[in-house]
């Protein structure tokens, strides 16, 4: 099933579920099939995000109450009570990990990067522009803004949106408040056609214990609606100076594009169009994206020790928490990445086609790394209560029997400890021996992770980015050290090494240039994929009989080449016209099959077709279970002929059940389905 990924390995596999952005365009009912064979559900708390409910949905998700206790994701807009992040059982997920708000408010994010450049150095962090907090530090801010007058932008140290924004060209502009942050504007930003801009990076992190970061290879280009000019009088044009989308959709010269394979066009570009552009005029991109890696992973450093600390604290499984964050940069015309803020919960609207596609796939590939296992929570919290019941009755110091059924988490170190057998003979290798069961949990988690990252980068730990950065680490733990070590066991020698060093850089480049797939594009190939496997199935079912019909194997391979080529051909000529036909796939899939099986039966029988089958029915009348039940053999033949007639019988209950699952995706109407 294509929304089926199987992980463990061993005698205990267990299957995580994977998702396909273009299923919000589509009323499939086969996608949804093993979402609600399982029960999966979740809820949305404290916000209201249209393009989640509609991905969940379209997989077969159903939507629980706010107050359920009963859901395999909680999708929410603020942080969770302590209480709540204790009781989530080991297959729910939660999108904020506690105590992420060190990274998302202004001020505090402020007070880490300043606590790492007093331990680092600061040009070693040199990430964000000068900034002061007020009115606490406003006699420095003073102080420095007497030796330079340039501009000033003020911001609340928790707003978003570009709400209560505004630049100052003098102290006495402030409008003192609680909790305010200054800092110094980037009077030399890089300019696309004159106008100034910034960029939506979506960066993922699952772990922080080991720490674990990805960035999406897209991301969005936001820019203002005026002409960027530094002179002074211009210095009140929010539209000038904000590039925020907030702010400058409700100008007058704001432009959108309704179409989203141009991605270059308007207000709002994709990541990947801006650095062609780049590329274009001759700026070296895959510098530029390895400082923003740079700058992604030092933001996520300062706040690591805070939130692995929390996680330690508030959680009993590893896996509960992941978070979405959404990075804003700004870009200076010798290419160097500033960061603006860290958003808690980056807007997943989609005012524009281009919107959809980017944060659609982004979100579905989110999902499909997360790993949701296909586990009915109803269930697990039943097994959890009849578990804590049975505890009160036993003694305190008599270990708890396993009654319930093993998580994909347990299925993992099952899989991976080495049995007695290994042990004795040293079958498993010496690294994995040493590992605790923790740390096994771990590591294959990390790498099935990465397997099915999508258009996720992991930019941490790598290779190079460990040595690097994991000396900043302030969480001392062993897992980090455990998961370098045993994801890149062949790394020795490369630190320092200027060459390798390059190549690293250069690695990740072509990723973010390149331009995403079209959500209707991939509907197109999701449709033909579902046609060409049911023919595969009703193909597969027919080659005994060939095989009993004719000898010569090399007509035969010709005959399926001319079958291959006539499928393609048919499903070729139903991708150019299947939005007007009305036609179900499974008559499509009905219909060619038996002209398939019957074109061949005609070119094997030849003019004496009738005389052959004639003779196969009277050599075929024996009685197989009279047979089976004297214990006799059978002949080759008798045997061939038996084996036939159950493929044919499989053949068409596979027909049959194809008819009822195969059906012909609708375009969805409706405005919210659509986003």
Same mark, same amino acid.
């Given at each position: 099933?294509?929304?089926?990924?199987?992980?463990?390995?061993?005698?205990?596999?267990?299957?995580?579920?994977?998702?396909?952005?273009?299923?919000?365009?589509?009323?499939?009912?086969?996608?949804?099939?093993?979402?609600?064979?399982?029960?999966?559900?979740?809820?949305?708390?404290?916000?209201?995000?249209?393009?989640?409910?509609?991905?969940?949905?379209?997989?077969?998700?159903?939507?629980?109450?706010?107050?359920?206790?009963?859901?395999?994701?909680?999708?929410?807009?603020?942080?969770?009570?302590?209480?709540?992040?204790?009781?989530?059982?080991?297959?729910?997920?939660?999108?904020?990990?506690?105590?992420?708000?060190?990274?998302?408010?202004?001020?505090?994010?402020?007070?880490?990067?300043?606590?790492?450049?007093?331990?680092?150095?600061?040009?070693?962090?040199?990430?964000?522009?000068?900034?002061?907090?007020?009115?606490?530090?406003?006699?420095?801010?003073?102080?420095?803004?007497?030796?330079?007058?340039?501009?000033?932008?003020?911001?609340?140290?928790?707003?978003?949106?570009?709400?209560?924004?505004?630049?100052?060209?003098?102290?006495?502009?402030?409008?003192?408040?609680?909790?305010?942050?200054?800092?110094?504007?980037?009077?030399?930003?890089?300019?696309?056609?004159?106008?100034?801009?910034?960029?939506?990076?979506?960066?993922?992190?699952?772990?922080?214990?080991?720490?674990?970061?990805?960035?999406?290879?897209?991301?969005?280009?936001?820019?203002?609606?005026?002409?960027?000019?530094?002179?002074?009088?211009?210095?009140?044009?929010?539209?000038?100076?904000?590039?925020?989308?907030?702010?400058?959709?409700?100008?007058?010269?704001?432009?959108?594009?309704?179409?989203?394979?141009?991605?270059?066009?308007?207000?709002?570009?994709?990541?990947?169009?801006?650095?062609?552009?780049?590329?274009?005029?001759?700026?070296?991109?895959?510098?530029?994206?390895?400082?923003?890696?740079?700058?992604?992973?030092?933001?996520?450093?300062?706040?690591?020790?805070?939130?692995?600390?929390?996680?330690?604290?508030?959680?009993?499984?590893?896996?509960?928490?992941?978070?979405?964050?959404?990075?804003?940069?700004?870009?200076?015309?010798?290419?160097?990445?500033?960061?603006?803020?860290?958003?808690?919960?980056?807007?997943?609207?989609?005012?524009?086609?281009?919107?959809?596609?980017?944060?659609?796939?982004?979100?579905?590939?989110?999902?499909?790394?997360?790993?949701?296992?296909?586990?009915?929570?109803?269930?697990?919290?039943?097994?959890?209560?009849?578990?804590?019941?049975?505890?009160?009755?036993?003694?305190?110091?008599?270990?708890?029997?396993?009654?319930?059924?093993?998580?994909?988490?347990?299925?993992?170190?099952?899989?991976?400890?080495?049995?007695?057998?290994?042990?004795?003979?040293?079958?498993? #290798?010496?690294? &994995?021996? %040493?590992? !605790?069961?923790?740390?096994?949990? @771990?590591?294959?988690?990390?790498? /099935?992770?990465?397997?099915?990252?999508?258009?996720?980068?992991?930019?941490?730990?790598?290779?190079?980015?460990?040595?690097?950065?994991?000396?900043?680490?302030?969480?001392?733990?062993?897992?980090?050290?455990?998961?370098?070590?045993?994801?890149?066991?062949?790394?020795?020698?490369?630190?320092?090494?200027?060459?390798?060093?390059?190549?690293?850089?250069?690695?990740?480049?072509?990723?973010?240039?390149?331009?995403?797939?079209?959500?209707?594009?991939?509907?197109?190939?999701?449709?033909?994929?579902?046609?060409?496997?049911?023919?595969?199935?009703?193909?597969?079912?027919?080659?005994?009989?060939?095989?009993?019909?004719?000898?010569?194997?090399?007509?035969?391979?010709?005959?399926?080449?001319?079958?291959?080529?006539?499928?393609?051909?048919?499903?070729?000529?139903?991708? #150019?016209?299947? &939005?007007? %036909?009305? !036609?179900?796939?499974?008559?499509? @899939?009905?219909?060619?099959?038996? /002209?398939?099986?019957?074109?061949?039966?005609?070119?094997?029988?030849?003019?004496?077709?009738?005389?052959?089958?004639?003779?196969?029915?009277?050599?075929?009348?024996?009685?197989?279970?009279?047979?089976?039940?004297?214990?006799?053999?059978?002949?080759?033949?008798?045997?061939?002929?038996?084996?036939?007639?159950?493929?044919?019988?499989?053949?068409?209950?596979?027909?049959?059940?194809?008819?009822?699952?195969?059906?012909?995706?609708?375009?969805?109407?409706?405005?919210?389905?659509?986003?």
């Amino acid at each position: 099933h294509p929304c089926i990924k199987w992980t463990g390995g061993g005698c205990r596999r267990i299957a995580v579920l994977v998702f396909h952005a273009e299923a919000i365009l589509m009323n499939d009912s086969y996608l949804r099939l093993i979402g609600e064979r399982y029960h999966l559900s979740y809820k949305i708390v404290q916000t209201d995000s249209r393009l989640v409910r509609s991905i969940l949905t379209a997989h077969g998700f159903r939507e629980v109450h706010a107050n359920s206790t009963e859901y395999n994701l909680m999708w929410t807009g603020s942080h969770l009570k302590s209480y709540l992040l204790r009781s989530l059982t080991d297959i729910q997920k939660v999108n904020h990990f506690p105590r992420s708000y060190e990274l998302t408010r202004k001020d505090k994010l402020y007070k880490n990067v300043r606590r790492m450049q007093l331990a680092h150095g600061f040009k070693t962090y040199h990430i964000l522009p000068q900034t002061f907090i007020l009115p606490t530090e406003y006699q420095d801010f003073c102080n420095t803004y007497s030796k330079d007058r340039g501009p000033w932008i003020v911001k609340p140290v928790a707003s978003s949106r570009g709400r209560g924004v505004y630049l100052i060209n003098n102290p006495n502009q402030i409008v003192l408040e609680d909790n305010i942050l200054v800092s110094r504007y980037i009077s030399n930003p890089l300019l696309i056609d004159d106008f100034k801009f910034d960029v939506r990076l979506y960066v993922l992190v699952t772990s922080y214990d080991p720490l674990v970061i990805y960035l999406y290879e897209e991301g969005l280009a936001r820019f203002a609606t005026v002409r960027y000019d530094q002179a002074s009088k211009n210095i009140k044009n929010q539209f000038m100076h904000l590039t925020n989308y907030s702010v400058n959709k409700k100008s007058r010269d704001y432009v959108s594009c309704d179409d989203p394979e141009v991605e270059d066009y308007g207000n709002k570009w994709s990541m990947s169009a801006m650095l062609r552009y780049l590329k274009q005029k001759g700026r070296d991109t895959a510098v530029l994206m390895a400082n923003v890696e740079d700058l992604i992973i030092k933001t996520v450093l300062s706040a690591e020790l805070t939130i692995a600390t929390a996680c330690k604290t508030y959680l009993s499984h590893r896996g509960n928490c992941f978070e979405l964050y959404g990075f804003d940069v700004l870009i200076d015309d010798a290419l160097k990445p500033w960061l603006l803020e860290v958003n808690l919960s980056p807007s997943l609207a989609c005012d524009a086609p281009l919107d959809l596609k980017i944060k659609a796939s982004m979100l579905s590939d989110m999902f499909t790394l997360v790993g949701f296992v296909c586990q009915d929570p109803g269930q697990q919290s039943s097994q959890a209560i009849y578990h804590s019941s049975e505890s009160f009755r036993r003694s305190p110091y008599q270990k708890l029997q396993r009654t319930c059924p093993l998580s994909a988490s347990d299925a993992e170190i099952k899989t991976l400890m080495p049995s007695g057998r290994e042990k004795a003979t040293g079958r498993q #290798g010496s690294s &994995v021996l %040493s590992l !605790s069961r923790e740390q096994v949990k @771990v590591l294959r988690r990390v790498r /099935e992770e990465n397997e099915r990252r999508g258009g996720f980068i992991r930019i941490f730990p790598t290779p190079f980015t460990w040595d690097l950065y994991g000396s900043f680490l302030e969480h001392k733990t062993s897992m980090n050290y455990m998961l370098a070590t045993h994801l890149f066991q062949d790394r020795a020698g490369l630190h320092g090494r200027q060459d390798v060093r390059l190549e690293a850089v250069d690695s990740h480049a072509p990723f973010y240039e390149r331009k995403l797939v079209s959500l209707e594009l991939r509907k197109r190939q999701q449709c033909l994929g579902k046609v060409r496997a049911a023919q595969t199935r009703s193909s597969a079912t027919s080659k005994p009989t060939k095989l009993s019909l004719k000898s010569d194997a090399e007509g035969e391979e010709e005959e399926e080449v001319s079958a291959d080529e006539e499928l393609d051909r048919t499903v070729g000529s139903l991708s #150019g016209t299947q &939005v007007k %036909s009305k !036609s179900k796939l499974s008559d499509l @899939v009905k219909t060619t099959c038996k /002209e398939t099986l019957q074109n061949k039966l005609d070119k094997k029988t030849g003019d004496g077709g009738e005389q052959f089958l004639q003779k196969r029915d009277t050599e075929s009348q024996f009685n197989l279970l009279q047979v089976l039940q004297k214990h006799g053999n059978l002949s080759k033949v008798q045997a061939r002929r038996a084996f036939s007639a159950y493929l044919q019988h499989v053949q068409l209950r596979l027909m049959k059940e194809a008819s009822v699952q195969i059906r012909n995706p609708a375009w969805a109407a409706k405005e919210d389905e659509q986003m």
